[in-house]
Antibody
Framework: EVQLVESGGGIVQPGGSLRLSCAAS????????MHWVRQAPGKGLVWVSR????????IYADSVKGRFTISRDNTKNTLYLQMNSLRAEDTAVYYC????????????WGQGTLVTVSS | QSALTQPASVSGSPGQSITISCTGT?????????VSWYQQHPGKAPKLMIY???NRPSGVSNRFSGSKSGNTASLTISGLQAEDEADYYC??????????FGGGTKLTVL
């Protein structure tokens, strides 16, 4: 059974940093591109970032470019999102999701982890 | 990248059919057959319902179907059931090698 379990969310002050993790199991993690998607309270889904199978290619939404870094450790079957210079507008539930080649539709999602940026 | 345009809400009675539209541009929806649709119940993670415009993942009811014409994609749900009441989001690959979601549509089953 495919499982994605996020962790690392919490409350952080504006300008602070946080690292999210997503532990994957039940599939060959190293064979799939992975994504982060976020959802502000009461709002819609927003795509954040994507990483390819070995981490050599990454891409970001303009809203997080230069502040967030996506990475992965295929030996630990874990996806990460390092978030720096956090702003109030980054407050959201962050989901990790598996990509389905070739369109990268997200066929499996984690349960999400809440990040709150507030003083 | 601007969000794709979806109606804020749609409604239908049990047994009826409804269609949700998703309008983008030639740089996303119109340029690629990489449109997907997601269902999200309150407090839950999204669930993939349609990928690559019209393909259904294993386990998704054949009451759900997708199509595309030009810059607009559509999700049709036939034989509406109470359990279909949820938020629905479209998504597309873009010419910037990123992905973009629609604003979401709240489906109410009357």
């Amino acid at each position: 059974e495919v499982q994605l379990v996020e962790s690392g969310g919490g409350i952080v002050q504006p300008g602070g940093s946080l690292r999210l993790s997503c532990a994957a199991s039940g599939f060959t993690f190293s064979s799939h591109w992975m994504h982060w998607v976020r959802q502000a309270p009461g709002k819609g889904l927003v795509w954040v970032s994507r990483i390819d199978v070995d981490g050599s290619s990454t891409i970001y939404a303009d809203s997080v470019k230069g502040r967030f870094t996506i990475s992965r450790d295929n030996t630990k079957n874990t996806l990460y999102l390092q978030m720096n210079s956090l702003r109030a507008e980054d407050t959201a539930v962050y989901y990790c999701a598996r990509g389905l080649s070739p369109s990268e539709a997200n066929d499996y999602w984690g349960q999400g982890t809440l990040v709150t940026v507030s003083s | 990248q601007s969000a794709l345009t979806q109606p804020a809400s749609v409604s239908g009675s049990p047994g009826q059919s409804i269609t949700i539209s998703c309008t983008g541009t030639s740089s996303d929806v119109g340029g690629y057959n990489y449109v997907s649709w997601y269902q999200q119940h309150p407090g839950k993670a999204p669930k993939l319902m349609i990928y690559e415009v019209s393909n259904r993942p294993s386990g998704v009811s054949n009451r759900f179907s997708g199509s595309k014409s030009g810059n607009t994609a559509s999700l049709t749900i036939s034989g509406l059931q109470a359990e279909d009441e949820a938020d629905y989001y479209c998504s597309s690959y873009t010419s910037s090698s990123t992905w973009v979601f629609g604003g979401g549509t709240k489906l109410t089953v009357l």
